[in-house]
T-cell receptor, first 114, second 114 residues
Framework: AQSVAQPEDQVNVAEGNPLTVKCTYS??????LFWYVQYPNRGLQFLLK??????LVKGSYGFEAEFNKSQTSFHLKKPSALVSDSALYFC????????????FGQGTTLQVKP | DGGITQSPKYLFRKEGQNVTLSCEQN?????MYWYRQDPGQGLRLIYY???????QKGDIAEGYSVSREKKESFPLTVTSAQKNPTAFYLC?????????????FGEGSWLTVV
């Protein structure tokens, strides 16, 4: 069965420092991986995705993610965190069956302190 | 503007009452999805539809019903059989073909049992 794990419920960083939000996955076949961000009381906003090609994927708002096949990881990164980056982040993998659905991790709350 | 519109934003349900959440998209997407979000549990798929007049149960379909009479509309009815309906409900859509296609989300609807 396909699954996604986000091992940290919360990540705390100081503004201006680099941030990493971790994600590992388990899939059969090629992984199609996504990151979304959710602000309080809002829907999910798409940040970036990995389909194929370069292992470093660049996305919205200065975020990037590194795909590592040997470690089955897809960690979200940003070189310099902003207080406005504080939100709930979800990693997801696309179902390889016919549903097309996303399978989500539990989410990681990012807290950036001034 | 193109996007996914969910309404109402807040809805209250009395015991034994059915309620319907609206979801409309003008992105010309074939596939539409309903997810439920509970704190600490990530997002779980309720129903999905890949084409008009066809829909499939997701992981937690009991107590819910949907229809897909038009490409742009995918309403969700929370029936009285759903014993714990208080949650945040998210509608999403994507083009049908291609596992790498991005799924986009609406702003969500809060349902509370009173």
């Amino acid at each position: 069965a396909q699954s996604v794990a986000q091992p940290e419920d919360q990540v705390n960083v100081a503004e201006g420092n680099p941030l990493t939000v971790k994600c590992t996955y388990s899939v059969s076949g090629n992984p199609y991986l996504f990151w979304y961000v959710q602000y309080p009381n809002r829907g999910l906003q798409f940040l970036l995705k990995y389909i194929t090609g370069d292992n470093l994927v660049k996305g919205s708002y200065g975020f990037e993610a590194e795909f590592n096949k040997s470690q089955t990881s897809f960690h979200l990164k940003k070189p310099s965190a902003l207080v406005s980056d504080s939100a709930l982040y979800f990693c997801a993998v696309r179902d390889s069956g016919n549903t097309g659905k996303l399978i989500f991790g539990q989410g990681t709350t990012l807290q950036v302190k001034p | 503007d193109g996007g996914i519109t969910q309404s109402p934003k807040y809805l209250f349900r009395k015991e034994g009452q059915n309620v319907t959440l609206s979801c409309e998209q003008n992105l010309n997407h074939d596939a539409m999805y309903w997810y439920r979000q509970d704190p600490g549990q990530g997002l779980r798929l309720i129903y999905y539809s890949q084409i008009v007049n066809d829909f499939q149960k997701g992981d937690i379909a009991e107590g819910y019903s949907v229809s897909r009479e038009k490409k742009e509309s995918f309403p969700l009815t929370v029936t009285s059989a759903q014993k714990n309906p208080t949650a945040f409900y998210l509608c999403a859509s994507s083009t049908y073909r291609g596992e790498g296609n991005t799924i986009y989300f609406g702003e969500g609807s809060w349902l509370t049992v009173v």
